[in-house]
């Protein structure tokens, strides 16, 4: 199989993957926000991250949200942090398990990741649950 299939087949999986974690708007909009310039690190992140990690079937979305939402707050990645903590809703991760996770990293990354991530995510599903009530 050449070079080439093989990372659209993972690109076609990686957008698929993407667009069920993250939901159409955001990715519809991370698209449209591509230009020349970073087009093709967007290909690169989606084949690699999306198809070629993401769609192993070893563990699940919500396994692989778990362990994405518990790096990114240990290595103090804020932006994204706040990007997969919106995608639990698409992942089954629940409020609790995100509570664990970060206890966890507050032992094994330090308080002050984990002191960030809390505040992170209290931002983050506040933001949430005041689009759940403006829906309602």
Do not use: C
């Not at 970073?38 to 396994?63: E, H, N, Y």
């Not at 990741?113 to 403006?134: G, Y």
């Amino acid at each position: 199989m050449s070079e080439e299939k093989v990372d659209s087949e993972l690109f076609e999986l990686g957008m698929k993957i993407r667009r069920e974690v993250l939901g159409d708007g955001y990715v519809d909009s991370a698209v449209a926000a591509s230009t020349e310039f970073d087009q093709d690190f967007q290909r690169l992140i989606t084949a690699s991250a999306w198809g070629l990690v993401w769609g192993r079937d070893t563990l699940t979305k919500r396994d692989r949200s778990l362990i994405t939402v518990t790096q990114l707050a240990s290595l103090g990645h804020h932006e994204e942090l706040a990007l997969h903590l919106r995608a639990t809703a698409n992942t089954g991760l629940s409020r609790d398990d995100i509570k664990e996770a970060l206890l966890h990293v507050a032992i094994y990354s330090g308080v002050p990741a984990a002191n960030s991530a809390f505040r992170v995510a209290k931002k983050v599903f506040n933001e949430m649950d005041q689009t759940t009530i403006a829906k309602k």
